[in-house]
């Protein structure tokens, strides 16, 4: 857990925050989808951008935890045999 002058920051509130972010969207697309036909082109282009924000985000998550694994590896493998 990283921690600055009112700001905490834990894996675990990384992955709630991105949920809720997902389950918004989620939401978004089922309205507009409900209303197909009252739908315009500015809406599809919001909700694309939106999803394509989520996506970064999630990659972004998936390598930082890649980077986690990795320096988890790299501490195995240097610790000395006792």
């Known amino acids: 857990m990283s921690t600055l002058p009112g700001v905490t920051l834990s894996f675990q509130s990384l ?3 991105y949920k809720r ?4 969207l989620v939401k ?3 309205a507009l989808a409900s209303k197909m036909s009252q739908a315009n ?3 599809f282009i919001l909700l694309q ?3 394509s924000q989520v996506t ?4 972004s998550i998936s390598n930082l935890i890649s980077q986690v694994n990795s320096v988890i ?5 240097n610790q000395k045999v006792q």
């Open 15 to 17: 992955i709630s925050a």
């Open 28 to 30: 978004q697309v089922r």
């Open 73 to 77: 590896n790299s501490a195995i493998r």
């Open 56 to 59: 970064q985000m999630g990659e």
């Open 41 to 43: 082109p500015g809406s």
């Open 21 to 24: 972010i997902q389950d918004q």
């Open 49 to 51: 951008f939106q999803m």
